[in-house]
């Protein structure tokens, strides 16, 4: 089957106890067993629920798995991973990448004996140079949040398989429809189902999807041990969003082209970060490992943070908010935002500068929203 047709039915049969076309809230946290030792599949909500089992088979779908694993965030979900690891070991992950994955390697993994070293992922002879013997572990997001670069998943696969490392990908932004890294190699892919999986902006999740049964196992169990998973309508939620994530994020990706388009020749604006625009470092390989270039877009303004304030202050339908791929447009600072646990001195080694703004394009009308930017980016220029 197409993927527009497994994300409707895929894990989400008719309910064969009422016929109910959709996959029913089981808000229970326990069940009846007909004798000790002997249930009908489920026993406890934290082990497993009926509506978390659907939305985790039809992720696997969509990724091309053979498992899916749902948790209570896109950060529990990574949390999960890295679990995988021992102390001693070593994971190098992309320079590139959301804050909020720094902030779990270098304030909880490193204090338990997890290292971890950082390199540009988009070049695949510095990843294959960076990596030891310790280490055990590759961990990239593709694009990358916030400056979109993109990694050579194909190549990377082989430098990881040759050395015997577990290879990582973070795939929220691109999301399933657009690319599917297990298809490239990639051992184990992670999501944030708080974004366009979920895509509207009104539930906490995460996912993550594996081939290998030894892996899935050993994430299962930290699942059930650790106890970080989605309440059953947390799951309903995505498995409602992931419904029509195939026509949202063709809306998502036509809008961001355009306005990656129009941003691209503003005089206000430094450069745009967008793998759609020809000419980009990834422009080619975005051609080649994904099927559309998505709904996020980058820019650094000239004037720095000053430009920044105004411009923010002028914006009418872009919300400032955290988070992204919902169906309406969000703006966002990196540098205060999401990638505030970074140190600014390591965000501007990374290419985070005082003038970077990031937007999640949603799916309104593309003339409203190139509007908004242009009279925003007026006002800087006025001034």
Not at 173 to 182: E, G, K, N, V, Y
Not at 262 to 274: G, H, I, M, Q, T
Request: with cysteine; hydrophobic share 40%.
């Amino acid at each position: 089957m197409k993927f527009e047709t497994r994300a409707i039915h895929d894990g989400q049969p008719p309910d064969p106890a009422t016929g109910a076309v959709i996959v029913p809230v089981y808000q229970t946290s326990t069940y009846e067993q007909d004798a000790v030792g002997r249930h009908r599949g489920f026993e406890y909500s934290r082990t497993g629920n009926p509506t978390r089992t659907a939305l985790e088979t039809a992720l696997a779908s969509l990724e091309g798995g053979r498992h899916g694993l749902a948790y209570a965030s896109g950060v529990a979900a990574t949390a999960a991973v890295f679990s995988l690891l021992s102390p001693g070991d070593r994971i190098l992950a992309g320079t590139d990448l959301y804050g909020g994955t720094y902030r779990l390697l270098e304030k909880i993994f490193r204090k338990w004996g997890i290292d971890a070293a950082y390199v540009d992922a988009s070049d695949p002879e510095a990843v294959a140079a960076a990596a030891d013997d310790r280490t055990r572990m590759i961990w990239i997001e593709t694009p990358t949040n916030p400056l979109l670069q993109l990694a050579d998943l194909k190549a990377l696969a082989v430098i990881a398989r040759e050395r015997a490392i577990t290879l990582a990908v973070d795939n929220t932004f691109a999301t399933p429809f657009f690319q599917r890294p297990l298809e490239e190699g990639a051992d184990i892919v992670v999501h944030s189902t708080t974004k366009y999986l979920g895509g509207h902006s009104d539930v906490v999740g995460g996912a993550v999807v594996i081939n290998d049964d030894k892996i899935h196992s050993a994430l299962q169990t930290y699942q059930n041990a650790a106890g970080a998973v989605p309440g059953p309508w947390d799951c309903w939620l995505v498995l409602r969003g992931i419904k029509t994530l195939a026509a949202r994020m063709k809306v998502h990706d036509e809008n961001a082209r355009r306005l990656a388009g129009f941003l691209e020749k503003s005089p206000a604006v430094e450069r745009v970060y967008y793998p759609g625009l020809a000419g980009q470092p990834g422009h080619e390989l975005a051609r080649r490992q994904m099927t559309g270039f998505g709904g996020m877009i980058s820019f650094d303004l000239k004037g720095g943070f000053a430009a920044v304030e105004r411009f923010l202050e002028a914006l009418k339908l872009f919300i400032l908010a955290e988070s992204l791929g919902g169906v309406e447009s969000l703006v966002c600072y990196p540098p205060r935002m999401t990638h505030g646990a970074i140190p600014s001195e390591e965000r501007r080694k990374r290419g985070i500068g005082d003038g970077l703004i990031r937007l999640s394009v949603g799916i309104e009308h593309p003339d409203d929203l190139e509007e908004d930017l242009r009279q925003a980016l007026e006002k800087i220029e006025k001034r």
